[in-house]
RNA sequence: GGCGCAUUCGUCCAGUGGUUAGGACGCGAGGUUCUCAACCUUGAAACAGGAGUUCAAUUCUCCUAUGCGCUACCA
């Protein structure tokens, strides 16, 4: 049987970081196994979904490279079939109709609400005292043909107990005291979340559903459910959570768009560095390896190595250099200091396209030129942003002098304010503009001038870049070329700032 | 409250009935260098607690604690 998986993020804001994981775990197992990976937008909530958001959710999804396969489902569509699956168990006795009133728990507290609810109906409470559990079929028809409403409820099982066998966190058992007759269909004839999850499912011909471990205990109510419709249930694996710092729940609402996919495309970050960390919070290959490409994930890729404790995604809210995950933003410098340059050029190109730094010639006169620069400067860069940012000042005459690059390495020395131009005089004789030519002519400059080659160096790259920090300014002036680093070296306006 | 799940350095992830419990990130120190967030070397840092099984337990069992999840006519 071919393994079909699926990805069923809920359209309600934008793509979490953790339903971000699970869609990734899906993908990764489906390729692995040579099966489908598909995709369903489950937009049964009216009140919250908008399009905005599954437009917002596609998107991550390509940029992180999960092609889904086949036809997008949405669940919306098929409220008539989780409907009709409704009506066929109440039709068949595996459900009843309960004609008590509806009552709603609603405000921010909903689960302390359920929980106190839950606590205050302890001991007399059993879960199958609902009087409308036994009514007879004409009664029960009688009443609904009189037009009272009604909500469908599954008849669980007396005693006995529900049992599955995880693949993640291995046999789990629930007893069926403990499970009531959960909603199918709500009086206002709408599915309910369990009996749509299930009849989709089915209807997708899903093997293996990969999810939150936040489903863990849904699980018995829908196989329940799976019973009754008298099909097989799939393969079930659940994946523990992605927690915030200090353990809690990782929430828009508290931690904001630390959370959200668009933050770190916005921020930055390569798909691929990023797809790369995410797989690897709650799964390892078992081996102390941890850069892979997408091929190798999927090569790797098993169940058996998904682990049971929730992870943490560690970040420091107010520090700017902690700002999310360590590991994170370190494995995006990784990836964009050592792979292929080929590879890492088109997103350079797209960081200045839309920073209006990018230049034709890039990609035609200067090809060879960008190729270095971007060669260059990758050493020391951390995100996308670096390159229009930090390096600014290699493609564009229009960038800013960091105030402590100019304190530190000018003002502190008032002499270079006639040095450095005039080092530009003997640079734009020097015959060859090359390292090492350089390396003679500014080692002799500075030693008429009596003072450190740092000194020069340091006054020279905050000149010409603006910044106190960079790459050998031996490799920058060779890079900037003779023209512009001459005129960088005789402009005043660093000095008059 | 009930039920379920989990527990190895601050974080992510290895690992074994007998190991100096390993790697990575981050942090500290030193080095290299014209600067640095790069590079090299190096340091600190963990088996939640208690019983039991066993010659031996971080590893198996139980209890406790803690965290998380579910407990809804939400998804």
């Not at 800013?400 to 450095?420: I, S």
Request: proline letters at 3%.
């Amino acid at each position: 049987m071919t393994t079909r998986v699926r990805f069923a993020p809920s359209p309600t804001g934008y793509l979490h970081i953790g339903a971000t994981r699970s869609g990734l775990f899906n993908y990764l197992y489906a390729r692995h196994m040579g099966g489908k990976f598909l995709l369903r937008i489950e937009d049964t909530d009216l009140q919250r979904s908008t399009e905005e958001s599954t437009r917002s959710i596609l998107e991550g999804l390509r940029w992180l490279g999960l092609d889904y396969d086949e036809q997008i489902v949405f669940q919306s569509d098929n409220a008539d079939k989780h409907r009709a699956a409704a009506l066929e168990l109440l039709e068949a006795g595996k459900a009843y109709r309960d004609f008590t009133p509806k009552e709603t728990v609603s405000g921010v507290n909903i689960k302390e609400a359920i929980a106190d609810r839950a606590r205050a109906a302890q001991g007399e409470k059993s879960m199958r005292d609902n009087q409308y559990r036994h009514l007879s079929k004409e009664e029960s028809e009688t009443k609904a043909n009189a037009g009272e409403p009604f909500a469908i409820r599954l008849k669980v099982p007396e005693t006995g107990k529900s049992s599955f066998e995880d693949a993640v966190y291995g046999l789990q058992e629930r007893d069926y005291a403990e499970i009531e007759d959960l909603v199918l269909l709500r009086s206002d004839g709408h599915p309910l979340y369990n009996l749509a999850v299930v009849c989709d499912d089915i209807e997708m011909r899903i093997t293996d559903v990969i999810r939150g471990q936040d489903h863990l205990t849904n699980t018995h109510k829908q196989i329940l459910i799976y019973e009754a419709l008298g099909k097989t249930p799939p393969r079930f694996a659940h994946l523990p959570l992605i927690l915030a710092p200090g353990g809690k729940k990782l929430s828009k609402r508290i931690h904001g768009e630390i959370v959200s996919m668009t933050t770190y495309r916005a921020a930055g970050f390569l798909a691929a560095a990023f797809r790369n960390f995410l797989a690897l919070l709650g799964w390892s290959a078992g081996e102390e390896r941890e850069i892979y490409n997408l091929n190798e994930l999927i090569e790797k890729f098993s169940l058996e190595h998904i682990h049971r404790s929730n992870a943490v995604f560690n970040f420091q809210e107010n520090d700017p250099r902690h700002w999310t995950d360590d590991k994170a933003i370190w494995m995006n410098a990784e990836y964009i200091r050592t792979m292929p340059l080929a590879d890492l050029i088109p997103l350079v190109k797209a960081e200045l396209k839309q920073t209006k730094l990018w230049r034709e010639e890039y990609e035609d006169d200067d090809k060879l030129w960008f190729e270095k620069t971007v060669d260059l400067i990758r050493e020391r860069f951390f995100t996308l942003k670096d390159f229009s940012n930090q390096g600014r000042a290699y493609f564009s005459e229009d960038f800013d002098f960091d105030e402590k690059a100019v304190d530190k390495n000018l003002r502190k020395f008032p002499d270079l304010q006639t040095w450095l131009p005039e080092l530009a005089d003997r640079l734009e004789s020097v015959e060859d503009f090359t390292h090492d030519n350089l390396e003679t002519v500014i080692k002799q400059f500075t030693e008429e001038k009596a003072t450190k080659f740092g000194v020069i160096m340091n006054g020279a790259r905050s000149l010409l870049t603006g910044l106190a920090v960079g790459p050998s300014m031996l490799a920058v002036f060779e890079t900037l070329g003779r023209e512009k680093s001459v005129l960088r070296l005789r402009s005043q306006v660093a000095w008059n700032l």
